[in-house]
């Protein structure tokens, strides 16, 4: 069992940066790939970024690129995800997740590959 919970939201401006953390606990950390989905109402829970167990390898949805990055420290299971220049479209819940696998560098994009989820943060990102 893997127990994921979500820090760093809150209300930002336009133009404004916040860094999303998710602490992650009840396995070894390195053995999961992370991601970050986010979503607003009404709309699909959608990818915003993911990352291969190893680090090595990370996605992107193209929302973000150029302006998201996500990272993760294996020492301290933790996975983060830094939002700049944020917008007001990237107002939602924003949620971490955990996918179990056994490839030290693939990235899962589908919300289906995941086995684990955090309960969520708000973002708000006002105009």
């Known amino acids: 069992q893997v127990q994921l919970v979500e820090s760093g939201g809150g209300v930002v401006q336009a133009g404004g940066s916040l860094r999303l953390s998710c602490a992650a606990s009840?396995?070894?950390?390195?053995?999961?790939?992370m991601g970050w989905f986010r979503q607003a109402p009404g709309k699909e829970r959608d990818l915003v970024g993911a990352?291969?167990?190893?680090?090595?390898?990370?996605y992107y949805g193209d929302s973000v690129k150029g302006r998201f990055t996500i990272s993760r420290d294996n020492a301290k299971n933790t996975v983060s995800l830094q939002m700049n220049s944020l917008k007001p479209e990237d107002t939602a819940i924003y949620y971490c997740?955990?996918?179990?696998?056994?490839?030290?560098?693939?990235?899962?994009?589908?919300?289906?590959?995941?086995?684990?989820w955090g309960q969520g943060t708000q973002v708000t990102v006002s105009s």
């Open positions: 997740a955990a996918w179990i696998g056994l490839s030290s560098d693939y990235v899962p994009r589908g919300k289906n590959e995941y086995d684990y």
């Open positions: 009840g396995r070894t950390f390195s053995t999961y790939g």
């Open positions: 990352i291969s167990r190893s680090g090595r390898s990370t």
